[in-house]
């Protein structure tokens, strides 16, 4: 199974939404407070944030301080 992390990207603009589709898969965004959650395998996490960062409508992206390891779903049936 590959570990992902959650970021979580503050926007100027809800715009930028698109753009950063473009590097993360979005899974949520809130309009109103300008900010969107998306997940990223824990390998590639440090090259994300700076192409992140280099789009004009982010403020600024951080890690998630939620630890996911408790609350991972396994979800193989046999």
Not at 16 to 23: D, G, L, S, T, W
Not at 52 to 74: A, M, P
């Amino acid at each position: 199974m590959v570990k992902r992390k959650s970021i979580i990207v503050y926007f100027r603009s809800p715009k930028a939404v698109k753009q950063i589709e473009k590097f993360a898969s979005v899974n949520y965004y809130n309009k109103k407070r300008r900010y969107a959650v998306s997940y990223v395998n824990e390998d590639s996490i440090g090259k994300t944030i700076k192409q992140l960062k280099t789009i004009k409508l982010v403020k600024r992206v951080e890690e998630s301080l939620f630890i996911t390891d408790e609350y991972q779903i396994d979800f193989d049936v046999k």
